[in-house]
C-alpha cells in the first residue's frame, strides 16, 4: 500500500509539472506570480521603515518640508506596490483557472477515452475521484499551488532583507529568533494538523450529513418520504450525525487552543530576549530610538517569514500530494492499444467475419469465469441472437465481441487478425450498438441521434426514428426533432418515457451506420405491441450488416439466422428457432414458460408510446 503521506512525485517534479502545464496555457501565470511576491515583500519592508526613519528624521531635526517630503514619498512608493500587487494579483487570476481548466479537460479527455477495463476497476475510480478533486474548485491544489509558491518567495524576499537588517545585531539573537519560531511552528503543526490527521472521521460526517440532505430533498425520493413516514426517521438520522459532528469539532477545538497556548508561550519568550537585548543596547551603546524600533520590527518580521516560510512548504508538500494523484490518473496505463495500433477502417460496403477461438473470461476478483472456452464464428450479413437466463454471460459475451473487453484467454479475431493489434478507436467504428446502459445527453433529439453539434443530416435522422418506430412521437413534440431531451439544462426540454428512450437510441445506432450492429435488450422497455413492430422492422434496419441481438424473450428470436443458447458461461445450444424446439432442450422449454407466461398477462410492460 503506497504512503499516503508520499506520493509518486516530489514537490519539484509537480512544479515542474505545473510549470510545463501553464507554459503551454497561460505563460503569464508564473510570471505574474513571481512579480507579486516582489511586490508584495517590497511592500512590507517598505512599511517596516516607514516608522524607524520618520523617526529617524525626527531625532535629527530635519526641516519640516523633508519630513513632510519623506512622508509623502513613502505613502507614493507604499499606495504604488498596495496598486501594484492587487493588479497583479486579479490579473493572474483568469490564467490560474485556465490552467486548471486545462488539467480538467485532460481528466475529462483520459476518463471518456480510457480503456473500457478501467471503468470497471475500482482503484481507477478512486484514483479518478482524486483526481477531479483537485481540480474542482479555487481552493484545490492543481490552482492553490500558484498562491503558495508566490507566498513562499514572498517569505523568502522578506527572509533575505530582515537577515541583512538583523546581522548587524549579535548572531546569537537570530538563532533565537529563529530556534524559537521552529519550535513554535512544529508545536503548532502538531496541534493544528489534529483536524487533517482525523479527517476521515469528518469526512464521513460530512458523507453523511450529505447524504441524509439529498435524500429528504430531492424529487425523486419525496413519494417514498411520504408514503412509509420516513421523515421523523430522517431527522433521528440528522440529529445523531449531527450530535457526532459536534464532538468531534469540540475536540478538534481543543487541540487548537493547546497549539494557540504554547505559541503564546514562545512569542512571549521570544519577544522578552529581543527586548532585552535591543535595551541593553540602548544603555550600553546609546542605541536611537529610532534603531531600537527598527530591530524590534524586524525581530518581529523575521519570525514572521521563517513561519510563512515553514508553513507555505508544508501546505506545498500537501498540495504536491493532490498533484501528484492527478498525474497517476492521466498516466494511468492503457491495456487497450489506441494510436499506436494498427489502423482499421469501416466500411459498411465490405464483408466482416467475427471469431471467437477458445475465448474464457473472468472479471476482476471473481472466482470463476463468466465466459468459459467459447469457439464461435459470425459470418458476414448473419443475423444472431444471443439468448439465456440472466448471469448466463450474454452481455459480456458481446462486450468481448466489441472490443470493451479482452478474453482472459483465446483470441477475438476480425477476418482472421486478431483484434488486439488495432487502434482500438478503429475498431469500436465497426459498430452501432444499443446497450442496457445507454446515455442520453440533454440535447436536441436529432443531437442525440447523430451524435454531433453540427452538420446533422436531417433526413437521415428522420430515416432512422422511422426505422425505430418513434416518427409520430417525434412529429406531435413541439419543436419536432430540434425539441430538447431533458430538464436539467433546458427549460422547455421533454422527458421521454422507458420505451421512447430505448426507441431513440436505436435511431442513434442506425444514423451510425456501421458494418455491424449490436442490440442489448433494446426493447426491453417496451410492451409486447411494440415490441413486435420493432421485430417487424428489424431485418429492414440490419439489411446488409452483421447484427448481435441480446434477449430474455426468446420470442424474439424467431427473425434471427442462428441463436445461441448460454447457460453456464458455455454455448449449451445453438441453431434456427425451429431447430431448437424440434431439439426439445432447455431452450424449447424455456420458450414454453415464457409463451404460457405472456398467453396469462404476465408480460405487461411500458408502452413505447
Given at each position: 500500500?503506497?504512503?499516503?503521506?508520499?506520493?509518486?512525485?516530489?514537490?519539484?517534479?509537480?512544479?515542474?509539472?505545473?510549470?510545463?502545464?501553464?507554459?503551454?496555457?497561460?505563460?503569464?501565470?508564473?510570471?505574474?506570480?513571481?512579480?507579486?511576491?516582489?511586490?508584495?515583500?517590497?511592500?512590507?519592508?517598505?512599511?517596516?521603515?516607514?516608522?524607524?526613519?520618520?523617526?529617524?528624521?525626527?531625532?535629527?531635526?530635519?526641516?519640516?518640508?523633508?519630513?513632510?517630503?519623506?512622508?509623502?514619498?513613502?505613502?507614493?512608493?507604499?499606495?504604488?506596490?498596495?496598486?501594484?500587487?492587487?493588479?497583479?494579483?486579479?490579473?493572474?487570476?483568469?490564467?490560474?483557472?485556465?490552467?486548471r481548466m486545462n488539467l480538467l479537460r485532460q481528466i475529462d479527455s483520459k476518463v471518456a477515452g480510457t480503456s473500457y477495463p478501467n471503468t470497471l476497476d475500482t482503484k481507477f475510480i478512486n484514483s479518478q475521484s482524486k483526481a477531479l478533486k483537485s481540480t474542482s474548485a479555487n481552493r484545490e491544489a492543481t490552482e492553490a499551488i500558484w498562491t503558495t509558491w508566490t507566498d513562499i518567495l514572498t517569505n523568502?524576499?522578506?527572509?533575505?532583507?530582515?537577515?541583512?537588517?538583523?546581522?548587524?545585531?549579535?548572531?546569537?539573537?537570530?538563532?533565537?529568533?529563529?530556534?524559537?519560531?521552529?519550535?513554535?511552528?512544529?508545536?503548532?503543526?502538531?496541534?493544528?494538523?489534529?483536524?487533517?490527521?482525523?479527517?476521515?472521521?469528518?469526512?464521513?460526517c460530512h458523507e453523511r450529513l450529505a447524504y441524509i440532505h439529498r435524500v429528504s430533498t430531492r424529487r425523486s425520493y419525496a413519494k417514498d418520504i411520504r408514503v412509509f413516514g420516513l421523515r421523523d426517521w430522517l431527522e433521528d438520522v440528522w440529529d445523531k450525525t449531527m450530535g457526532l459532528y459536534r464532538a468531534f469539532v469540540a475536540r478538534r477545538e481543543a487541540a487548537y487552543l493547546w497549539g494557540n497556548?504554547?505559541?503564546?508561550?514562545?512569542?512571549?519568550?521570544?519577544?522578552?530576549?529581543?527586548?532585552?537585548?535591543?535595551?541593553?543596547?540602548?544603555?550600553?551603546?546609546?542605541?536611537?530610538?529610532?534603531?531600537?524600533?527598527?530591530?524590534?520590527?524586524?525581530?518581529?518580521?523575521?519570525?514572521?517569514?521563517?513561519?510563512?516560510?515553514?508553513?507555505?512548504?508544508?501546505?506545498?508538500?500537501?498540495?504536491?500530494?493532490?498533484?501528484?494523484?492527478?498525474?497517476?490518473?492521466?498516466?494511468?496505463?492503457?491495456?487497450?492499444?489506441?494510436?499506436?495500433?494498427?489502423?482499421?477502417?469501416?466500411?459498411?460496403?465490405?464483408?466482416?467475419?467475427?471469431?471467437?477461438?477458445?475465448?474464457?473470461?473472468?472479471?476482476?476478483?471473481?472466482?470463476?469465469?463468466?465466459?468459459?472456452?467459447?469457439?464461435?464464428?459470425?459470418?458476414?450479413?448473419?443475423?444472431?441472437?444471443?439468448?439465456?437466463?440472466?448471469?448466463?454471460?450474454?452481455?459480456?459475451?458481446?462486450?468481448?465481441?466489441?472490443?470493451?473487453?479482452?478474453?482472459?484467454?483465446?483470441?477475438?479475431?476480425?477476418?482472421?487478425?486478431?483484434?488486439?493489434?488495432?487502434?482500438?478507436?478503429?475498431?469500436?467504428?465497426?459498430?452501432?450498438?444499443?446497450?442496457?446502459?445507454?446515455?442520453?445527453?440533454?440535447?436536441?433529439?436529432?443531437?442525440?441521434?447523430?451524435?454531433?453539434?453540427?452538420?446533422?443530416?436531417?433526413?437521415?435522422?428522420?430515416?432512422?426514428?422511422?426505422?425505430?418506430?418513434?416518427?409520430?412521437?417525434?412529429?406531435?413534440?413541439?419543436?419536432?426533432?430540434?425539441?430538447?431531451?431533458?430538464?436539467?439544462?433546458?427549460?422547455?426540454?421533454?422527458?421521454?418515457?422507458?420505451?421512447?428512450?430505448?426507441?431513440?437510441?436505436?435511431?442513434?445506432?442506425?444514423?451510425?451506420?456501421?458494418?455491424?450492429?449490436?442490440?442489448?435488450?433494446?426493447?426491453?422497455?417496451?410492451?409486447?405491441?411494440?415490441?413486435?413492430?420493432?421485430?417487424?422492422?428489424?431485418?429492414?434496419?440490419?439489411?446488409?450488416?452483421?447484427?448481435?441481438?441480446?434477449?430474455?424473450?426468446?420470442?424474439?428470436?424467431?427473425?434471427?439466422?442462428?441463436?445461441?443458447?448460454?447457460?453456464?458461461?458455455?454455448?449449451?445450444?445453438?441453431?434456427?428457432?425451429?431447430?431448437?424446439?424440434?431439439?426439445?432442450?432447455?431452450?424449447?422449454?424455456?420458450?414454453?414458460?415464457?409463451?404460457?407466461?405472456?398467453?396469462?398477462?404476465?408480460?405487461?410492460?411500458?408502452?413505447?408510446?
Amino acid at each position: 500500500m503506497k504512503n499516503q503521506n508520499k506520493g509518486a512525485y516530489n514537490i519539484w517534479q509537480n512544479t515542474a509539472f505545473m510549470l510545463k502545464t501553464a507554459w503551454k496555457t497561460r505563460k503569464s501565470v508564473p510570471v505574474l506570480g513571481v512579480l507579486l511576491a516582489a511586490a508584495t515583500a517590497g511592500q512590507s519592508v517598505a512599511e517596516l521603515l516607514v516608522g524607524p526613519v520618520l523617526l529617524m528624521e525626527v531625532e535629527e531635526k530635519v526641516p519640516l518640508t523633508s519630513l513632510i517630503l519623506s512622508i509623502l514619498g513613502f505613502t507614493l512608493i507604499l499606495f504604488i506596490l498596495a496598486g501594484l500587487g492587487a493588479w497583479l494579483k486579479d490579473g493572474g487570476f483568469i490564467g490560474r483557472i485556465a490552467v486548471r481548466m486545462n488539467l480538467l479537460r485532460q481528466i475529462d479527455s483520459k476518463v471518456a477515452g480510457t480503456s473500457y477495463p478501467n471503468t470497471l476497476d475500482t482503484k481507477f475510480i478512486n484514483s479518478q475521484s482524486k483526481a477531479l478533486k483537485s481540480t474542482s474548485a479555487n481552493r484545490e491544489a492543481t490552482e492553490a499551488i500558484w498562491t503558495t509558491w508566490t507566498d513562499i518567495l514572498t517569505n523568502i524576499f522578506g527572509f533575505i532583507v530582515y537577515l541583512t537588517l538583523l546581522s548587524g545585531l549579535h548572531p546569537l539573537l537570530t538563532v533565537v529568533v529563529i530556534a524559537t519560531t521552529a519550535a513554535g511552528y512544529c508545536v503548532n503543526k502538531r496541534f493544528n494538523s489534529w483536524g487533517y490527521r482525523h479527517r476521515e472521521e469528518e469526512s464521513a460526517c460530512h458523507e453523511r450529513l450529505a447524504y441524509i440532505h439529498r435524500v429528504s430533498t430531492r424529487r425523486s425520493y419525496a413519494k417514498d418520504i411520504r408514503v412509509f413516514g420516513l421523515r421523523d426517521w430522517l431527522e433521528d438520522v440528522w440529529d445523531k450525525t449531527m450530535g457526532l459532528y459536534r464532538a468531534f469539532v469540540a475536540r478538534r477545538e481543543a487541540a487548537y487552543l493547546w497549539g494557540n497556548a504554547v505559541d503564546l508561550v514562545l512569542t512571549f519568550a521570544r519577544n522578552g530576549i529581543a527586548y532585552a537585548y535591543l535595551i541593553t543596547l540602548t544603555l550600553t551603546q546609546g542605541l536611537a530610538a529610532s534603531e531600537f524600533l527598527l530591530y524590534f520590527n524586524a525581530v518581529s518580521g523575521f519570525t514572521q517569514w521563517v513561519t510563512g516560510i515553514l508553513e507555505k512548504f508544508s501546505q506545498l508538500h500537501l498540495q504536491s500530494l493532490d498533484i501528484s494523484a492527478l498525474r497517476e490518473f492521466l498516466e494511468w496505463p492503457e491495456p487497450f492499444k489506441f494510436d499506436d495500433g494498427e489502423p482499421l477502417e469501416a466500411d459498411p460496403e465490405k464483408s466482416y467475419e467475427l471469431c471467437l477461438d477458445d475465448v474464457s473470461y473472468r472479471y476482476p476478483g471473481s472466482e470463476k469465469d463468466t465466459l468459459s472456452h467459447i469457439s464461435l464464428t459470425i459470418h458476414p450479413g448473419e443475423k444472431v441472437a444471443i439468448v439465456g437466463l440472466n448471469g448466463a454471460g450474454k452481455t459480456t459475451l458481446v462486450r468481448l465481441i466489441c472490443g470493451f473487453l479482452d478474453p482472459t484467454q483465446g483470441q477475438v479475431l476480425l477476418n482472421g487478425r486478431d483484434i488486439r493489434k488495432y487502434d482500438r478507436r478503429d475498431y469500436y467504428r465497426m459498430f452501432c450498438a444499443v446497450f442496457q446502459d445507454f446515455s442520453l445527453l440533454e440535447a436536441s433529439v436529432a443531437q442525440n441521434v447523430a451524435q454531433r453539434v453540427d452538420g446533422i443530416n436531417t433526413d437521415k435522422v428522420w430515416k432512422c426514428i422511422d426505422q425505430a418506430g418513434l416518427t409520430q412521437v417525434v412529429r406531435d413534440l413541439p419543436l419536432g426533432i430540434d425539441t430538447p431531451v431533458g430538464r436539467q439544462v433546458f427549460e422547455n426540454g421533454v422527458e421521454l418515457s422507458g420505451g421512447q428512450t430505448q426507441r431513440l437510441m436505436l435511431a442513434r445506432a442506425l444514423y451510425k451506420d456501421a458494418p455491424i450492429l449490436a442490440l442489448d435488450e433494446p426493447t426491453a422497455a417496451l410492451d409486447p405491441i411494440a415490441e413486435n413492430d420493432i421485430y417487424m422492422k428489424y431485418s429492414k434496419m440490419t439489411h446488409g450488416r452483421t447484427s448481435l441481438f441480446i434477449s430474455h424473450r426468446l420470442a424474439s428470436t424467431r427473425f434471427c439466422h442462428r441463436i445461441l443458447f448460454l447457460e453456464h458461461g458455455k454455448i449449451a445450444e445453438e441453431g434456427s428457432h425451429e431447430a431448437l424446439m424440434d431439439a426439445g432442450g432447455a431452450y424449447a422449454r424455456l420458450f414454453e414458460i415464457q409463451s404460457r407466461y405472456y398467453q396469462e398477462g404476465g408480460g405487461t410492460h411500458e408502452s413505447g408510446k
